[in-house]
């Protein structure tokens, strides 16, 4: 209902609720009274009515703008809370899980796991070669080359981690050596076929070399359940 016909719905009221009121106290004092008092009635309550329920009608927009910002403002505010949230568990620079969240991240998952699960310690090989040589940020450039490899070979069912520097680290529970042993051989001939190069244009070749681990946190009362 917009402005307006709140206000007249609101005036429409008064008039009836003043016609009615004027009737009562006027109908016993004969025609010409009753009909001085209905015209009053009818002018007191135009008068009065019509703008104080457009100054409330108006009051009413108001306050519902304002709440309408008030949960937008809300709504956003919870979003950069949860964006916080999910950095702090981030590295700023790729946006794998850090070094402590990797660590809680495969402690919560290995817990959980009803087999064994693997983890790789994967390190770029000759980085301070590449950093002397080429700049930091073609260090920079390599780091993210190896973020990217890892995001596309292992996905969704990996725990993946930097965890300081050219160190990266990937969990995957229920799995075997055998299998993230391929996985692992994939991602570096992957990267020794990626041609790295630094933003100012200087390219050069990534190694990295993967140790390999079997990973269980489960008891064994948890293994025979």
Known sequence: MTVWQRTGVITVFAVICAQIGAYLSAAGFGPDVLAAAQRDAFLIAVAIAAPVSWRLSGQSERLKRVNAELL???????????????????????????RPNFVAEVRLRAKSAK??????????????AINDNFGHE?????IMAIADAMRDEFGDDAVL??????????????????????RAERLRKMLAATDVRSPRGRGFKLTV?????????YSDADRGA
């Open 72 to 98: 937008k403002l809300n709504s956003e505010l919870d979003s950069q809370r949860r964006h916080a949230e999910y950095m702090a568990r981030r590295d700023a620079a790729t946006g794998l899980f850090n």
């Open 161 to 182: 981690g930097r965890l300081g520097g050219e160190e990266f680290g990937v969990y995957i529970p229920d799995s075997d050596l055998s299998a993230m042993r391929k």
């Open 115 to 128: 087999q064994l699960g693997t983890l790789a310690m994967i390190d770029a090989d000759r980085f301070k």
């Open 209 to 217: 070399s993967a140790g390999l681990s079997e990973l269980a946190l």
């Open 138 to 142: 073609a260090g920079d450039a390599a």
